[in-house]
C-alpha cells in the first residue's frame, strides 16, 4: 500500500549551461534561460510504499513525514534562489529533473525503513510539466 | 526518471455508429449521439522515460517535445469536428475517447523519433512511456 503526502514551495532558478551562448541556452531552455532566474510554485507529492502497522493502522507517521519534509526539503527550498543558495545547483543545473532527483536524494535516507519506504517524488514545475523519480540511475 | 508534460485542445465529437440503428445508438452512446455532436476541452498528458542528460540536466527539450505534440497532434486535433475533419474517423469509426487516445498515441508513435538517438536539441530521445487523455475533469484514459 502507497501513501502520498502533497507539500508546496516557492522558489527561483536559473536554467543555463555556463559555457554555452545565451541564444544557444535559450534553444535549450526557452524562457528558462533568462539570465536573472525565474520563479515557480513547485508542488511535491512524496510517495511512501508499505505496509499498515497491526497496532496503529498506519503505514507511517504523517505527522512525522510533514516534519521530515519541512526539515529536509522546505527549509532548503523555500523561497530560495536555487543556483545561489541551495548546492549542489551552483554547479548543476537545476531543471526539474534534477530538483526532484535532489529531493530523492534528501529524503531517502530518512525515509528507508524495513516497514515503510520511499518510493516515488513526483515533482510539479508547473501543473503543465511534472516529472517522477523513483532513485533508479540517472 | 519520468517526465510529463500536459496539453490542451478542444474538439468536438459525435458518439453514433453509422452500422447501428438510430435506437441502438441512443441506447449505447445516449445523448453523445445527438445529430450535431459536442465538444469537450481535453487535456492531454504525454510522459517520456529516459534518463537526464548529465550536462544539460534535460531529459529533453521541452521546445523539441512540444513542437513534435504540435505538429503531430494538437494541429490535428485543435478546434476541429473529429468525425468531419480527422481521416481517422472520417470513414464512421467512433470518436470515443478510448479510440481519440489510441490514435494519438499512435500517431505520436509512427513519427517519434529512435529513443537514445539526438532529436533537436536533446541529446537522447527519451522513450514514449504513456498517454493520458483527459475527455472531462471526471474521463480519464490511459494508454
Known sequence: ?138 | MILTRRYRFSASHRLYNPALSEGENREIYGRCAKPYGHGHNYILEVSVAGRADAVSGRMVASKDLDSLIEDEVLRVYRGRNMNLDIDTFVDGRVPTTENVARDIRERLERRWPAPGTPFGHTARMPSLSGVRLFETPKNIFDI
Request: proline content about 6%.
Open chain 1, 1 to 138: 500500500m502507497r501513501i502520498t503526502r502533497r507539500v508546496d514551495f516557492s522558489a527561483s532558478h536559473l536554467c543555463a549551461i555556463p559555457s554555452l551562448s545565451q541564444e544557444e541556452n535559450e534553444a535549450i531552455y526557452g524562457d528558462g534561460a533568462n539570465p536573472h532566474g525565474h520563479g515557480h510554485n513547485y508542488v511535491l507529492e512524496v510517495t511512501l510504499e508499505g505496509e499498515p502497522d497491526p497496532v496503529t493502522g498506519m503505514i507511517f507517521d504523517l505527522k512525522e513525514l510533514k516534519t521530515i519534509l519541512e526539515s529536509e526539503v522546505l527549509e532548503a527550498m523555500d523561497h530560495r534562489y536555487l543556483n545561489m543558495e541551495v548546492p549542489p545547483f551552483d554547479h548543476v543545473v537545476p531543471t526539474v529533473e534534477n530538483v526532484s532527483r535532489e529531493i530523492w536524494r534528501r529524503l531517502w535516507p530518512k525515509l528507508n525503513f524495513s516497514h515503510a519506504r520511499l518510493w516515488r517524488v513526483r515533482l510539479y514545475e508547473t501543473e503543465d510539466l511534472f516529472v517522477d523519480y523513483s532513485g533508479e540511475e540517472s
